[in-house]
């Protein structure tokens, strides 16, 4: 088997049996009179911004700014509702109900097992080393696949702990897994982190999924625009599982202008800023008294040790500001995201009186 078939013997069977939802859009493009998918022929609302019509299931000219984006061939590329739909879709698409599992890395972003819950498939934890400031084991990782476990999430940088995993330890896990799992890293921050992404590396690892959004570094959260980058025969079977329109039409518009010329711009000046803010926070955070650590960060948030975190939250809730408690994950903890330069005014003055 081709390591490409290896990563397709992965996929359920029903998965691969599924003949997918065959969309109006799909089937034909061109022609001047639409009267195949039961469409208004008109949009009878006073604003008119063409919504009658379906949109085109996966845009190429929304693809093909992505893909330009991301240093990727548009094959690789599939636009999903924020990259939340793309787990879910992996989980989907790799997991059988009641038999299978995940693998994931705690603490780290919800959503994985969330998706896991949904599809009834087990999750296997072996935990970021803390006293190696949240370093990936891959040893305990590698030791830890069964052969029931398809999918390994890898969230780098990580939520909420805000460190990058170590590409080399995540590439010996992925060329390790080659034939036994898919690797799905997580790199909705990676924009703040200042290092390539891994996406280069599908071409020679087919079993490597890299996730990416136009919600944090683009400011789209709103407007639900990930990406699903991997193999093009993985992007087709995922193909098979996602909803027949997930980019709606002014959802297009919205992102076809994030990454115009004018956008691209704006992004990169709005990364350039976070990242000094962050700096900022991470300098001037551990001289406040009730601040006992704070760990460092390659993304737009920071993870914090408090005395006591449900004080500093309400605290931060009686000025109206709303910060995140962590402790769950790690003991009195509180991750706080990197706001406007006033945003973090407000958030070093109310914590320098908890
Ligand atoms: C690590 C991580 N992945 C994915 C997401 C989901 O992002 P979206 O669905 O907006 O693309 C988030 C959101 O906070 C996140 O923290």
Same mark, same amino acid.
């Given at each position: 088997?081709?390591?490409?078939?290896?990563?397709?013997?992965?996929?359920?069977?029903?998965?691969?049996?599924?003949?997918?939802?065959?969309?109006?859009?799909?089937?034909?493009?061109?022609?001047?009179?639409?009267?195949?998918?039961?469409?208004?022929?008109?949009?009878?609302?006073?604003?008119?911004?063409?919504?009658?019509?379906?949109?085109?299931?996966?845009?190429?000219?929304?693809?093909?700014?992505?893909?330009?984006?991301?240093?990727?061939?548009?094959?690789?590329?599939?636009?999903?509702?924020?990259?939340?739909?793309?787990?879910?879709?992996?989980?989907?698409?790799?997991?059988?109900?009641?038999?299978?599992?995940?693998?994931?890395?705690?603490?780290?972003?919800?959503?994985?097992?969330?998706?896991?819950?949904?599809?009834?498939?087990?999750?296997?934890?072996?935990?970021?080393?803390?006293?190696?400031?949240?370093?990936?084991?891959?040893?305990?990782?590698?030791?830890?696949?069964?052969?029931?476990?398809?999918?390994?999430?890898?969230?780098?940088?990580?939520?909420?702990?805000?460190?990058?995993?170590?590409?080399?330890?995540?590439?010996?896990?992925?060329?390790?897994? !080659?034939?036994? =799992? #898919?690797? +799905? *890293?997580?790199?909705?921050?990676?924009?703040?982190?200042? @290092? $390539? &992404?891994?996406?280069?590396?599908?071409?020679?690892?087919?079993?490597?999924?890299?996730?990416?959004?136009?919600?944090?570094?683009?400011?789209?959260?709103?407007?639900?625009?990930?990406?699903?980058? !991997?193999?093009? =025969? #993985?992007? +087709? *079977?995922?193909?098979?599982?996602?909803?027949?329109?997930? @980019? $709606? &039409?002014?959802?297009?518009?919205?992102?076809?202008?994030?990454?115009?010329?004018?956008?691209?711009?704006?992004?990169?000046?709005?990364?350039?800023?976070?990242?000094?803010?962050?700096?900022?926070?991470?300098?001037?955070?551990?001289?406040?008294?009730?601040?006992?650590?704070?760990?460092?960060?390659?993304?737009?948030?920071?993870?914090?040790?408090?005395?006591?975190?449900?004080?500093?939250?309400?605290?931060?809730?009686?000025?109206?500001?709303?910060?995140?408690?962590?402790?769950?994950?790690?003991?009195?903890?509180?991750?706080?995201?990197?706001?406007?330069?006033?945003?973090?005014?407000?958030?070093?003055?109310?914590?320098?009186?908890?």
């Amino acid at each position: 088997m081709t390591p490409v078939e290896q990563v397709l013997a992965l996929v359920r069977p029903e998965i691969l049996a599924l003949a997918p939802y065959s969309s109006a859009r799909k089937e034909s493009k061109g022609g001047r009179v639409w009267l195949d998918a039961n469409e208004n022929p008109e949009t009878p609302s006073v604003h008119k911004p063409l919504l009658n019509r379906y949109p085109d299931p996966q845009p190429p000219e929304l693809i093909a700014k992505l893909a330009a984006l991301y240093g990727i061939a548009p094959a690789q590329a599939l636009v999903t509702r924020g990259s939340d739909e793309g787990i879910d879709l992996l989980l989907r698409t790799f997991c059988r109900a009641g038999q299978d599992a995940i693998l994931i890395t705690p603490p780290t972003y919800g959503m994985y097992v969330v998706a896991a819950g949904i599809q009834n498939a087990r999750v296997v934890s072996v935990p970021l080393i803390r006293e190696k400031n949240f370093a990936l084991d891959a040893d305990a990782v590698l030791k830890s696949v069964s052969s029931e476990v398809k999918l390994v999430f890898l969230c780098s940088p990580n939520n909420p702990t805000g460190n990058l995993l170590d590409r080399a330890a995540v590439l010996r896990i992925v060329r390790s897994l !080659a034939g036994k =799992a #898919v690797v +799905a *890293v997580d790199e909705a921050y990676v924009d703040f982190s200042g @290092v $390539p &992404s891994l996406a280069a590396e599908i071409a020679a690892n087919p079993n490597l999924v890299v996730l990416r959004t136009l919600s944090k570094a683009f400011g789209l959260a709103g407007a639900r625009v990930g990406t699903t980058i !991997a193999d093009p =025969a #993985v992007i +087709a *079977v995922l193909q098979k599982v996602i909803a027949p329109y997930p @980019v $709606p &039409s002014p959802v297009l518009i919205a992102a076809l202008a994030a990454l115009s010329a004018d956008g691209l711009t704006a992004a990169q000046e709005s990364v350039r800023q976070l990242v000094a803010e962050r700096a900022r926070l991470s300098s001037e955070l551990p001289k406040l008294a009730a601040v006992k650590r704070v760990w460092p960060s390659d993304s737009n948030y920071l993870l914090i040790e408090v005395a006591d975190s449900a004080r500093a939250m309400a605290a931060g809730r009686a000025a109206g500001i709303i910060w995140r408690d962590r402790s769950k994950d790690v003991p009195n903890t509180v991750r706080i995201t990197v706001g406007t330069a006033e945003e973090n005014n407000s958030t070093l003055e109310v914590l320098s009186r908890v």
